[in-house]
């Protein structure tokens, strides 16, 4: 950045430095704290849209430089920002100032390039609220989000549920064939035993080794060794 405002500006720091500043200062710019300044400042708030449009797309959420071009924030003719005026304020030359001598140095600066300090202020409150109304927009884009997502996890959740359920159904659908297919199974096999107790009580009047099984499962044939000769 140029540094021809600082040329413009830095006898009046030195001078305000020794208390005599005030003399030099723009006579139309009353102090901040002054009730003049504070009804000049609800002045240029009041002249500006509470909400600025935002006629594009930010691609971009942190370039704040293509929030306030989508807001439409064209820098005043002057070219004085309130960015520019911070830099003013942040240079070399001022910024070890004191507060006063810096204030003192930016307004004879701006007054020498033709530039009001309102047009600065009214540039700082548009970048202000254009800032404010994109953070509303990020927040209801982020709570609608999350309204959506929350929507898709009860979905997604009551779809679990479902098919837990059926997969519960189906283990227990399991377990209870089992316990059927067990239940007729014992009930054959005490069938089983009377029937083989018959069979054991005939065979039993004709042998001396009952070979007729009328327990548990039957065990696995022996081969009988020939008789020899």
């Known amino acids: 950045m140029s540094k021809k405002w600082y040329n413009m500006f830095v ?14 200062e723009d006579p139309s710019a009353p102090p901040a704290s002054s009730p003049d300044a504070a009804q000049a400042i609800a002045d240029i708030a009041a002249s500006i ?11 971009n959420p942190t370039s704040f430089d293509q ?11 002057h070219g004085f920002t309130v960015m520019k005026v911070g830099e003013m304020l942040r240079s070399e030359h001022i910024r070890n100032l004191p507060r006063d001598v810096k204030r003192s140095s930016v307004l004879v600066a701006l007054e020498a390039a033709g530039a009001g300090i309102q047009d600065v ?10 800032l404010d109304t994109y953070e509303r927009v990020q927040e209801k884009a982020l709570l609608d989000l999350e309204t959506r ?9 009551a779809e679990l549920d479902r098919i837990v359920a059926d997969h519960k159904a189906r283990m227990q ?20 035993q009377e029937e083989e107790q018959k069979i054991s009580d005939t065979v039993s009047y004709f042998v001396t080794e009952n070979p007729i099984t009328t327990g548990g499962p039957a065990a696995a044939p022996v081969a009988t060794p020939k008789p020899e000769k």
């Not at 006898?11 to 030099?24: L, N, P, Y």
């Not at 997502?149 to 959740?157: D, G, H, L, P």
Request: aromatic share 6%; hydrophobic share 30%.
């Open 67 to 77: 929030i306030y071009s989508a807001a439409e924030i064209q820098p005043p003719a």
């Open 173 to 192: 659908a399991n377990s209870d064939e089992v316990a059927k297919e067990r239940e007729r199974f014992f009930g054959w096999r005490l069938k089983k």
């Open 49 to 59: 849209a509470p909400q600025p449009k935002f006629t594009q797309p930010v691609t």
């Open 149 to 157: 997502k929350n929507q898709e996890n009860q979905q997604v959740q």
């Open 121 to 130: 202020i009214q540039d700082a409150i548009k970048r202000d609220r254009a």
């Open 11 to 24: 006898s009046v720091g030195s001078e305000a430095s020794s208390g005599s500043a005030t003399a030099e």
